[in-house]
Each structure stands twice: as C-alpha cells, then as structure tokens.
C-alpha cells in the first residue's frame, strides 16, 4: 500500500489485525476484516488493480480475480511448492502448485508468469501480471470526427 500511495494511486486494503489496520491507514482505506471467515468486504465491487502479495487462501482465489474491473489488472505474487525445502512456509495449504496461479486466472489475459526459486532470501514464487480485457461491448463509442 505505501509504495502504490507513494506513485499518486488511491489505495485501499483489508487486513483483520487492527494494527496492521491502524499503521496502514496512513497510506489510503484500510478495511478491517476477517476475509478467511467472514464475507467479502467488497462485494459487488470492482477494482482497477488488485494486488496480493505472500497470500493464498484458495477460497478466495476467485473473489479476488472477479474483483478485476474490466482493463484492470491483477497483480499477485505468493509461495510456490518447492518452499517447505528452504523455509517457512512450508505447508501445502500455504504453496502454490505448478501452474495453480495460472489457472485461478485463466479469465484473464496473462501478461507475465514466473513460477521457480529466487535467492536473496531464498524462496520459491508464483507471481502472474493478468488483466482483464474490456470487451467491445464495454468500450463506449465517440462520435467519429472528419477533418
């Protein structure tokens, strides 16, 4: 959230600790929420970019690819299988299979996927760039101009 408020965007996130909640409201609108647990705060709502970093909840996983407005973009990085070797997380629920992110998003146009180890600190990533086209139909139609 601080790097995107940083760069002029109006940003708005979820967390369910009320800390977390606190210290992020300096940076845009923070909804405190359990979304493990509880409904979706957003529901009915779409965004421009949705961004997920270091979290999976499977369940979720179509919420938050449906929170993309059309020409929007999903952004998200998390662990991937191949982690539990060096570090936390190490859980299966907790690891991205092989080709489980691009799957979760084949609505999408994939722009970018990388799924494999990165060093420094050593884990290993899925991380996909997708957008969501604007379909003809959603593009709104200027009157045609000749000069």
């Known amino acids: 959230m601080r790097w995107l408020a940083t760069q002029g965007h109006a940003v708005q996130g979820v967390d369910r600790n009320p800390d977390a909640v ?3 409201q300096a940076f845009g609108e923070v909804t405190c929420a359990d979304i493990e647990n509880g409904p979706w705060p957003f529901a009915g709502q779409t965004f421009g970019c949705v961004v997920v970093t270091h979290y999976l909840w499977r369940p979720l996983l179509p919420t938050l690819v449906q929170a993309v407005a059309p020409g929007g973009v999903l952004i998200y990085e998390t662990f991937a299988a191949g982690n539990e070797t060096v570090g936390k997380p190490s859980r299966p629920d907790f690891l991205l299979q092989p ?3 691009l799957r979760a ?3 999408l146009r994939t722009v970018a996927y990388e799924d494999g180890f990165e060093a420094s600190p050593n884990r290993f990533v899925q991380r996909i760039a997708a957008v969501r086209l604007v379909h003809q139909a959603d593009v709104p139609r ?3 101009r000749a000069d």
Do not use: Y
């Open 99 to 101: 080709g489980e992110l």
């Open 105 to 107: 998003t084949e609505s």
């Open 22 to 24: 606190a210290l992020a």
């Open 142 to 144: 200027l009157p045609l």
